[in-house]
């Protein structure tokens, strides 16, 4: 494997470890390390660093919902301008082109169901390509980003073992 | 009453890792580093098959030798990773835990008196497993000098007319030396010269981390005199399952599914089905698995450099073995006062033969969290000595 996959599949489970740490826990030299990781933003490779929160576990509201959007591809862009229109409004956190049966998987976060309706009701359903939506609510979050949220590890080995 | 108790069992020191045990249990807030096994979960969709064959009631025994899928998926296995080919009917059958079948292996090939040759330090069993079989072991000390390698030479001053068994522990726990194929090439002639066997525990064969592992059964005129010992538990993380296996000449495999079939009968039935998948579609879990072993370890590597601590680097299983010479303490005294003084439990070095003694062992089957709380506590430790 090369340094430069091994870092990616480090970092992206943990992306608060240090360039030092990183060339450590890799075997190789710390200025390879960080040379690549500036190759690898510059190129767009890395997009970017984020925290995973659980908001469910603390007093702050938040509402995500997955909106299936059908929408007629315009002559010579495809499908690439509605989803530009659609992605650049904030409360949109992904947008998605699927194989099946819609086009755009939007998802949004809202601070309650009334301003995620609104979003649907008064900017996405009016845009003149789309021709349908479907939204679904995200009532619990078991698994995000290949974590678990609703369980912690637990070590229930045996203390010493041969 | 007469004395309800054979001599022989009586006269065997119990585990040295039990003793230490007993003391860490009482210790409240201890963080351990000695467990012996993978810290991963058994990978779902082999425990997902495990379920699926209770549901479908595959509640009986199998066949003594167990599964025939399974014994075809080891010799397939065996084949690919090894280029040797084991006759799945007649040469491989399955075992529960590698452990029965070092047990097995000893039962069946040794007279009483007969030597066994057995390197340490080493994992616990090889020699009261050989004392039960009433056979001789002598044992060959590994030295960090040769990184804990067995060399040629060291066999053959411990051969005599009456050798006839060479255990041959690698990858090794506790020091998680490896050898190479230049290594095993000099064991084997010295076993082809001598009329030796070879019980070979590859148990840890697929945590190798300098390239892939090698198998003695792969050297010419091994195959026909080498019990080769495997398991699911440390590459599937599937220790619980308790699932083994051994491949020889038939010759042997009759004698040890003898023993087998009257002691055990067969190997656990929804184990082996959850075998059958780990051997299919197990080979990503094993390399994640592997990876993340192998950045703890140089993880622990750069720390006992960087805390002053002396350690040869292994390139196998899933423990480092630092000496502790310098500090002018036994490796009793020093895990002991360790536990005691910043409740890190680590094991002595003498726990797995005496001439553990001035090492102790530190798995890194932990997750790195873990190792780093772990870490500052062994540094603090140091640096009051």
Request: proline content about 4%.
């Amino acid at each position: 494997m090369s340094t430069r996959e091994e870092i990616l599949k480090t970092i992206e489970k943990n992306s608060r470890i240090d360039v030092h740490e990183l060339s450590v826990l890799l075997g190789a030299e710390e200025i390879e390390v960080a040379n690549e990781l500036k190759a690898l933003e510059e190129e767009g490779v890395i997009c970017g660093y984020h925290t995973m929160i659980d908001w469910s576990k603390t007093s702050i509201e938040k509402v995500n919902a997955l909106i299936e959007v059908k929408v007629t591809p315009t002559r010579g862009l495809g499908f690439d301008s509605i989803a530009e229109r659609i992605y650049k409004y904030p409360e949109v956190t992904s947008v998605y082109l699927m194989s099946g049966g819609f086009d755009l998987m939007v998802i949004l976060e809202g601070k309650s169901l009334q301003e995620v309706a609104g979003f649907v009701n008064n900017k996405l359903a009016t845009l003149d390509t789309v021709l349908s939506t479907a939204t679904h609510f995200i009532l619990k979050k078991y698994k995000d980003h290949g974590t678990i949220l609703t369980k912690k590890y637990e070590d229930t080995r045996e203390i010493i073992t041969p | 009453m007469r004395n309800p108790i054979g001599k022989k069992v009586v006269d065997i020191k119990p585990s040295g890792i039990r003793k230490f045990f007993d003391i860490v249990q009482e210790t409240e807030g201890a963080i351990s580093l000695g467990v012996g096994e993978p810290d991963f979960d058994t990978p779902w969709h082999i425990r997902d098959e495990g379920i699926y064959s209770l549901e479908k009631g595959r509640t009986f025994y199998t066949s003594n030798s167990g599964l025939k899928e399974l014994r075809q998926e080891i010799s397939n296995y065996i084949k690919r990773t090894q280029n040797v080919e084991y006759d799945p009917l007649k040469e491989i059958f399955v075992t529960v835990g590698g452990s029965e079948a070092i047990d097995l292996a000893l039962r069946a090939m040794v007279d009483a008196g007969d030597e066994v040759l057995i390197p340490q330090p080493s994992y616990v069993s090889y020699e009261p497993c050989a004392i039960l079989a009433d056979a001789v072991p002598v044992t060959i000390e590994l030295k960090e000098e040769n990184q804990f390698r067995l060399t040629a030479e060291e066999v053959l001053e411990k051969v005599t007319d009456k050798t006839k068994i060479l255990v041959l522990p690698f990858p090794n726990n506790p020091t998680g030396a490896v050898m190479t194929k230049e290594d095993l090439e000099a064991i084997a002639k010295v076993v082809i010269e001598k009329d030796l066997f070879v019980i070979s525990d590859e148990i840890y064969g697929e945590l190798t981390y300098s390239g892939e592992h090698v198998s003695i059964v792969s050297i010419p005129g091994m195959k026909e005199r080498t019990i080769l010992i495997n398991g699911f538990s440390k590459a599937y993380a599937m220790t619980g399952w308790r699932l083994g296996y051994a491949c020889g000449p038939e010759i042997i495999m009759k004698q040890m599914i003898k023993i087998h079939q009257f002691a055990i009968m067969c190997a656990p039935t929804t184990s082996q089905y959850a075998a059958v998948e780990a051997l299919r579609n197990g080979d990503d879990d094993v390399k994640m698995m592997r990876e993340q072993y192998n950045q703890r370890r140089r993880y622990l590597l750069n720390e006992f450099e960087r805390i002053g601590l002396t350690c040869f680097e292994p390139f196998g299983a899933f423990y480092v073995f630092p000496s502790i010479k310098k500090f002018g303490m036994s490796s009793d005294e020093f895990c002991t006062r360790l536990l005691k003084e910043e409740k890190l439990a680590v094991v002595p070095g003498t726990a797995f033969g005496d001439c553990g003694e001035g090492y102790i062992r530190i798995s890194y089957a932990y997750s790195l969290d873990n190792l780093k709380a772990a870490m500052e506590r062994l540094e603090r430790f140091i640096s009051k000595l």
